[in-house]
């Protein structure tokens, strides 16, 4: 295989199981906070065992995306030093930023809220949640600036020619709010809090179902409903304002993401379909001229597609289309999940229907599959590029590096991912069943071991 | 003062931070299997618990900065020392997997295995560190497209593999004092018998390493011999290291730890100012090594970092110290404990 296929496969699998964790940790670290600031209104003792439950598995989830992080960090230069040495001037400021800003407010202040529990006053260990919230927030804006301004760059200008070139800032504001930053941004943010709200519904409805620890499942999936109701709304007005900012700024991504093969023909929407490359054309059900309008609001306008590009500046249409296409299938059932349990919960029915239950147990892994897929469209779509319009993948590698060094590490990664994945779904299991009880029933015999 | 001097003390500062931080409890690691009871082996987990992975964050922040501000030191430095890299990484996961992973069951193989693996991905980190600093110092090939020529096996000459060991003895002597900081009673008695044969290690590799960079390395002396002045610095560090073995035997527990920190500072200076200005020299052909004038980002960026340095890292420094305060004193174990 070749050193830039190897590359390529090494740096999705390491950020495709990277990104498992940050968005449990956005969304978890939002819901503790609410969590935590209800017990701090109400003194409710409920609520402090909730938030206690829930910063447990909020450690997990951060100590493997911290071990995850650090590989995607040195990945750009081990993998990707052509790349590196291009973007390093503009990706500068947003590193830096996130390294001060971020990842030393989550980490510092997650020590209070997993270890200070007796060691700090309730405020002092509410301002850490407080903390912890933000700086999950604050690692994902400085990470999507950076990505957004490798889809739609601004803000620079290029120094040297051929081997040399490099991207230079010539303004910091333009670069952070390129083009599409801020609508990724508030994207990839909902996307994590709806992880975090499906991962405590899905551990909330296992209780219920199990009829175990009924007060602290019922009081968990309340607090995450309200916000996946939110969440869900926001993802999909994000995503529409999202969709735009591609037709806009990276046309080829758009075509692919629609599969829109006449090089200029009112646009047909396929809500779902299979993509056949040979003949140029998806076999599936059609809304005739709906592409066009969401584009341009017109039913018949015209809109470019793949045939009047040329063809070495074309992503690979199959993949991002279904990726694309699945996000938005997926995305529908949330909004779906999400809307029944709202009516459930207003009837006053949730908490006993037990089908609706059996669901959300599973669909943990919905947001997680979505997450995934949005990427996957983003990333894919913007091929052959590296740095959309600027550089291409191909010259992004590394010249110092050997075909046979990424393979090497790349069956490292593989067997060490998949110990790390065992071991994440281990102990997760253990914590969801020692459950809220179990952590105090334990407390009681560790004091009870101590003092003996 | 010129701001890419700034960013080379900063970038110096943040792996100085990370070396005192990591450096104690990649310490504390390398010696786990010192300790014999499974209650003395969650007490040394414990004592770097709650701290760990918030250490490793000025590795992430070091590697950002440089990233940031010398992207073709970041960019030549990771894919040319690119297996070292993967395995340093794969030793600082195995790490903290071993943390989250070993006190979750009871079986004693179990705790024995995550015990074995936690000791030796900590000493290994540390000598992968060593063996990077090694080649930092010696220079490694570049060609005039500023790319590492040469191999991984390249990288492990004697030079490097002296300074591995040297890297692993600090780390010990260091962890070691904070073992003792951290215990109390029979253990704690014990862990100071440590401290002693940590210092001897440490000396012993100190002063062949020492003996070696003056023989075989003229380039780090060269910059002494401008400023003769600075040949203090050498000597401060002795005194530092001297004083460790002290304040430990007046029970000044946390001198002793102080101490070893100044150590730690002026060993970073050391290996700073003896590649200064360059940041990677290039060996063979020093013609090609990478320095903070050349092969910096441009004045602008190191402008925008600079202000956003100023207004974060206090901030960052006041909590994080007041995080090692309220998590003070002696280590306990409790329902939070790995």
Known sequence: ?452 | MDLHLIWFILLGILLTGYAILDGFDLGVGALHLFSKTDQERRLMLNSIGPVWDGNEVWLVTGGGAMFAAFPDVYATLASGFYLAVYLLIFCLIFRAVAIEFRSKREGAAWRQSWDIAFCISSILSAFLFGVVIGNLIWGIPLGSDKEFQGTFFGLLHPYALLTGLTVVALCMMHGSIYVVMKTEGEFHDRARGWVKNCIIFFVIMYVILTMATLLYVPHMVANFQKYPVLFFIPVANLLLIANVPREIYHKRDFMAFLSSCGAIVVLMFLLGFGIFPNLVLSNPHPEFSLNIYQDSSSLKTLQIMLVIALIGMPVVLAYTLSIYWIFRGKVKLDDHSY
Not at chain 1, 19 to 35: C, D, F, T
Not at chain 1, 152 to 181: C, K, L, Q, W, Y
Request: net charge positive; aromatic share 14%; charged share 15%.
């Open chain 1, 1 to 452: 295989m070749s050193l830039l296929l190897l590359s390529r496969i090494q740096f999705s699998l390491t950020i495709m199981f990277h990104y498992i964790y940050p968005p449990l940790s956005i969304g978890l670290g939002l819901i503790i906070l609410i969590m935590e600031s209800i017990y701090m209104l109400t003194k409710d003792p409920l609520y402090h065992r909730l938030t206690k439950f829930w910063v447990k598995i909020f450690g997990l989830t951060f100590a493997i995306g911290v071990a995850t992080g650090i590989v995607m960090e040195f990945e750009f230069g081990t993998n990707w030093s052509t790349y590196s040495r291009y973007v390093g001037d503009v990706f500068g400021s947003a590193l830096a930023a996130e390294g001060v800003f971020a990842f030393f407010l989550e980490s510092g202040f997650l020590a209070i809220l997993l270890f200070g529990w007796d060691k700090v006053r309730p405020i002092v260990h509410w301002f850490s949640a407080l903390m912890v919230c933000l700086g999950a927030h604050f690692s994902a804006i400085w990470i999507v600036v950076a990505n957004s301004w490798m889809q739609t760059p601004a803000g620079f200008h290029i120094v040297g020619t051929g081997m040399h070139a490099r991207a230079e800032i010539t303004d910091f504001r333009a670069m952070v709010f390129n083009p599409s930053s801020m609508e990724r941004l508030a994207h990839v943010i909902s996307g994590a809090w709806i992880a975090g709200v499906f991962l405590v519904l899905s551990i909330s409805a296992y209780y219920l179902l199990k009829q175990k620890n009924i007060p602290f499942a019922k009081a968990s999936m309340k607090v995450a409903l309200i916000l996946g109701i939110a969440a869900s709304l926001a993802q999909m007005i994000t995503g529409r304002i999202a969709a735009e900012t591609v037709a806009k700024w990276q046309p080829t991504k758009l075509v692919a993401m629609e599969a829109h093969f006449p090089a200029s023909a009112p646009g047909d929407f396929y809500p779902f379909g299979l993509v056949d490359e040979k003949n140029q054309r998806v076999i599936g059900p059609k809304i005739p001229g709906f592409l066009s309008y969401l584009m341009y609001g017109k039913w018949d306008a015209p809109v470019r597609g793949l045939e009047s590009f040329k063809k070495e500046d074309l992503p690979p249409v199959a993949i991002t289309f279904y990726a694309y296409h699945l996000m938005i299938l997926l995305g529908i059932v949330m909004i779906l999940l999400m809307g029944i349990g709202l009516i459930l919960f207003s009837k006053g029915t949730l908490f006993e229907t037990k089908w609706y239950l059996k669901l959300l147990v599973p669909a943990v892994l919905l947001p997680q599959l979505a997450n995934q897929l949005g990427w996957t469209t983003a990333e894919v779509g913007r091929q052959p590029w590296i740095v959309y319009g600027l550089l291409r993948t191909s010259q992004g590698l590394s010249k110092a590096v050997q075909a046979d060094a990424v393979l090497t590490s790349l069956i490292m990664f593989t067997l060490i991912y998949l110990l790390l994945f065992v071991l994440f779904i281990f102990l997760l299991d253990q914590k969801i069943k020692q459950g809220p009880g179990g952590i105090e029933a334990q407390e009681e015999t560790q004091t009870h071991r101590a003092s003996t």
